[in-house]
Antibody, heavy 119, light 107 residues
Framework: QVQLVESGGGVVQPGGSLKLSCAAS????????MHWVRQAPGKGLEWVAF????????NYADSVKGRFTISRDNSKNTVYLQMNSLRAEDTAVYYC????????????WGQGTLVTVSS | EIVLTQSPATLSLSPGERATLSCRAS??????LAWYQHKPGQAPRLLIY???NRVTGIPARFSGSGSGTDFTLTISSLESEDFALYYC?????????FGQGTRLEIK
């Protein structure tokens, strides 16, 4: 059974940094692309970042490009999201999501971790 | 960026009724469109991928159709657990985008 568990959320001041982790189990992690998706309070879902199964390719939403970095450690079955220069508009629940394997549709999601950017 | 527009924003129906949710893309996404169900406090759940493929374990009352720019999610006979938010999502072009959602509420 696929399980994705996010951690690392919390309250941070504008301009600060935070690193999210997502521990995966129940599937061969090194075979699958992974994503981060977020949901701001009262808003819809927004895709944030993608990393290929072997980390050979990454992609970002324009709203986070240059500030966020996605990475993975296949030996630890974990994907990360390093978030720098945080802004109030980055406040959201951040989900990690497993790629379906047939393309960027997300067939498993974690429960999410809340990031609040506030002074 | 491909913009996905979902309609209606809110759909009020009773259990047993048929629900029809629409997703329109600003340009063709061929068949690279998925539908998700999202309930408060839970992780989103993939229902349909590539326009019409139902995920294993999803009840047969859920079906997807469409191609190009116009897509539909149909729930043939609503059950109480189907009342939730529904999002469409395209993977045709970067960046990946979601629609703004349709809230399916009990009438």
């Amino acid at each position: 059974q696929v399980q994705l568990v996010e951690s690392g959320g919390g309250v941070v001041q504008p301009g600060g940094s935070l690193k999210l982790s997502c521990a995966a189990s129940g599937f061969i992690f090194s075979h699958y692309d992974m994503h981060w998706v977020r949901q701001a309070p009262g808003k819809g879902l927004e895709w944030v970042a993608f990393i290929r199964y072997d980390a050979s390719n990454k992609n970002y939403a324009d709203s986070v490009k240059g500030r966020f970095t996605i990475s993975r450690d296949n030996s630890k079955n974990t994907v990360y999201l390093q978030m720098n220069s945080l802004r109030a508009e980055d406040t959201a629940v951040y989900y990690c999501a497993k790629d379906s394997g047939v393309g960027a549709h997300f067939d498993s999601w974690g429960q999410g971790t809340l990031v609040t950017v506030s002074s | 960026e491909i913009v996905l527009t979902q309609s209606p924003a809110t759909l009020s129906l009773s259990p047993g009724e048929r629900a029809t949710l629409s997703c329109r893309a600003s340009q063709s996404v061929t068949s690279y469109l998925a539908w998700y169900q999202h309930k408060p406090g839970q992780a989103p759940r993939l229902l349909i991928y590539d326009a019409s493929n139902r995920v294993t374990g999803i009840p047969a009352r859920f079906s997807g159709s469409g191609s190009g720019t116009d897509f539909t999610l149909t729930i043939s006979s609503l059950e109480s657990e189907d009342f939730a938010l529904y999002y469409c999502q395209q993977r045709s072009n970067w960046p990946i985008t979601f629609g703004q959602g349709t809230r399916l509420e009990i009438k």
